[in-house]
């Protein structure tokens, strides 16, 4: 189901959250809502699922205005960060939830559970309770409680914020793959720049209440509108004036160079490697190498070099 978000504002006293937003989220589609801290993220989502009225604007879902509908009668399966699971029902009847409160008949909430455990791996987990899984695999039964009313529209809210690395990759993969499979209408919020380059489709940017920039995420990582989310969505550094891609800066002889430096650090991360560069007019730029190119290059901290544009660089 399409969402329509058209001049939604929302404030909080002095604070505009969420200030004029207008926005066309596709069927199908696997949106995130990225931007920094106190951007009106969480806001935004609140106000598509009913959580929040609008002071102004309207929701749209599927051609209904849902401005003013209750968030239950919205059809919408949410999962947040800090999801409270009912502890003293085990996976298979917190899964349940939704549908027993709908009061569909058992043996269609017992088919529903058991393909919806099945669709997030915890069919063997059926009968344990909450407290014995790890936190992927409760994060995990939030989304099949969440999917289980077969929602128009999920809403995720940083819904791996709370876990380690390891698994909130997994997660995102395995998020990514769900959706493919099922192709509900996913909104995801994130302040996290590589889970949204990952998983999304379609990708809002907001600041300070307001979207910056939408559209695909790679459009957006090499055409970004503003230096704000040229820096947002991924390394960048500053050189001759002008927010820059690190890998579109390459080393080279003192001569070869359109600006010359001296190298006053090299950190070395696995295949990459960042070398930053003290320039001539006193400014810092640092230039990501591969691991291969800083050992052809016998580069090291004090030699002085060139730096200049990739020629491929966009
Ligand atoms: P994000 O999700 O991007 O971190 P939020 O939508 O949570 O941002 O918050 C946007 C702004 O609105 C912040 O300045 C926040 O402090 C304020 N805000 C959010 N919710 C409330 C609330 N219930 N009461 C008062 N201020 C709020």
């Known amino acids: 189901m399409s969402i329509s978000l058209s001049h939604l504002s929302k404030r909080y006293g002095q604070t505009h959250a969420v200030d004029d937003v207008t926005a066309e989220i596709t069927h199908g589609s696997l949106t995130a809502i990225l931007g920094p801290s106190g951007s009106g993220k969480s806001t935004l989502l609140k106000l598509i699922a009913g959580l929040e009225r609008p002071d102004e604007g309207t ?31 085990n996976v298979a009847k917190n899964v349940a939830f939704g549908l027993k409160v709908r009061k569909r008949p058992k043996k269609e909430i017992d088919q529903r559970v058991e393909e919806l455990l099945v669709l997030v791996k915890l069919e063997n987990k059926a009968r344990s309770f909450p407290s014995q899984l790890s936190g992927g695999e409760r994060q995990r039964m ?53 889970e949204a380059m990952e998983v999304a489709d379609q990708l809002i940017v907001m600041r ?13 990582y090499e055409s970004p509108a503003t230096d704000f989310v040229h820096e947002f969505l991924g390394p960048s550094t500053i050189f001759q004036g002008e927010v820059t891609r690190p890998h579109d800066l390459e080393l080279v002889s003192v001569y070869q160079g359109t600006e010359k430096g001296r190298i006053t650090s090299i950190v070395s991360l696995g295949f990459e490697a960042q070398v930053t560069v003290e320039l001539s007019d006193g400014t810092s730029t640092w230039v ?20 200049r544009r990739r020629l491929d660089a966009v």
């Open 288 to 307: 990501q190498l591969s691991r291969n190119e800083l050992s052809d290059m016998g580069l090291r901290v004090a030699l002085l070099v060139g730096v």
């Open 208 to 220: 300070s209440g307001h979207i910056v920039q939408s559209g695909h995420p790679l459009a957006l």
């Open 59 to 89: 929701v749209v879902i599927d051609g209904q205005d849902m401005t003013h509908v209750d968030p239950r009668h919205r059809d919408i399966g949410f999962c947040f960060q800090h999801y409270a699971p009912f502890r003293h029902m």
């Open 142 to 194: 939030a989304l099949a409680r969440a999917l289980a009313i077969e929602p128009r529209v999920l809403l995720l809210d940083e819904p791996f914020g709370a876990l380690d690395a390891v698994v909130r990759a997994e997660l995102r993969h395995w998020v990514k793959k769900l959706h493919a499979q099922i192709h509900v209408t996913t909104v995801l919020v994130t302040h996290d720049q590589q």
